[in-house]
């Protein structure tokens, strides 16, 4: 028999509204992630946990660290895609979208996406510190050690990983196995 795990589904990108919220529910999702949109019109965050749930609401946080050289660190939200910057603090940012509703946050490192060099750790903590719902960790990872710097260095409640699994250079098994073996909590 196959080995059961259970992997919530989030879709996003081009969500705009709450039709597209309802059609993606609808299809199968567990979770729909908003980032441009809720940057545009950070009510449909609030009108979206409302109807749906705050369970099914992600905001999607795609950040990028202002001027790496300056001691007090800064970082800007970028939307469609990470191509456009919004002019908008990430921490302040992350702290609105949790008031407004979102279940999670996703918050993706700009300077760390497609570098397989680890996660923003700084940033990780820096977000962790200020809201208490769950934080994904997206961006950077390459190694499996890279999983387990981010969920407890960076001290952040999951971690979305891509290059490591499409390059077929670790399983999800493996991915698993090497958590647990190291005390994170897992479902194998």
């Known amino acids: 028999t196959a080995e059961k795990i259970f992997m919530p589904l989030t879709v996003g990108g081009g969500v705009r509204s709450l039709e597209d919220i309802r059609e993606l529910l609808k299809a ?24 749906f ?10 950040a990028k660290r202002v ?7 800064r ?3 970028f939307t469609h895609g990470g191509r456009s910057p919004t002019g908008l603090d990430a921490l302040e940012w992350v702290v609105q979208v949790e008031k407004l509703g979102a279940g999670e946050i996703l918050l993706t490192s700009m300077d760390r996406d497609g570098t397989r060099e680890g996660y ?11 809201v208490g719902v769950p934080l994904i960790a997206s961006g950077g990872a390459g190694i499996l050690k890279h999983l387990y710097e981010g969920l407890t260095l960076g001290k952040a409640d999951a971690a979305l990983v891509a290059s490591i699994f499409h390059y077929q250079q670790h399983t999800v098994s493996e991915a698993k196995s090497y958590l647990k073996a190291r005390g994170i909590e897992v479902r194998l």
């Open 53 to 62: 749930g705050s369970q099914c609401t992600v905001c999607a946080v795609d």
């Open 28 to 51: 199968g999702a567990d979770k729909v992630a908003i980032n441009t949109a809720a940057v545009l019109d950070p009510s449909l965050l609030q009108r979206a946990a409302e109807r």
């Open 120 to 130: 923003d750790l700084q940033l990780l903590q820096e977000v962790s510190q200020r």
């Open 75 to 77: 970082w800007e939200v």
């Open 67 to 73: 001027d790496p050289r300056c001691s007090e660190p």
